[in-house]
């Protein structure tokens, strides 16, 4: 069965990466990747940079993207017409919502990867606060990632402090003329 792994890999980390090695035991596995329109704190990189992070662990598979739609019926249509799916993989409610109007694309339930320590929000929070990461992305795609370190930190409030009490950024007339 051909099975799409469906996400929005921002970025790709060991959870994913469990979750594709595991899936493709017993399905033709196509990773589909949800273009955003505008990069974004949530989402900062772009369909290319996310795919090139996953070529790094998975030369060989297919890997598309797929913009919203409309509707949920057009965007269940479009994987099964375009990307040509039997099924699809997520354990995202709104994905799972959206395929369930389309009666030609299984579910398939799969396992999350220990969903409290490999997630996405983390490994971007990490990215921008300069904390360990790489234990959280897989070996194949550290490089990448790495090099994406700035795409990272470019998407988040990044407050940089710098010690020291200077009189010019006193409030409320308290610097002496």
Known sequence: MRVGFIGRFQPFHKGHFKAVKSLEKDHEVVIVIGVAEEPSRDNPLNFKQRKQIIEECFPSKEIVGIEDRESDEEWARELEERINLDGIASRNPETIKAVEENPALEI??????????????????????????????????????????????????????????????????????
């Open 108 to 177: 398939i339930e799969h396992e999350l990867h220990q969903k409290s320590i490999y997630s996405g929000t983390e490994v971007r929070r990490r990215l921008r606060s300069g904390e360990e990461w790489r234990y959280l992305v897989p070996k194949c795609g550290e490089e990448k990632v790495a090099e994406l370190t700035e795409v990272f930190k470019g998407s988040g409030i990044n407050y940089k402090f710098k010690p020291g009490w200077k009189r010019e950024n006193s409030y409320y007339d308290t610097l002496d003329s």
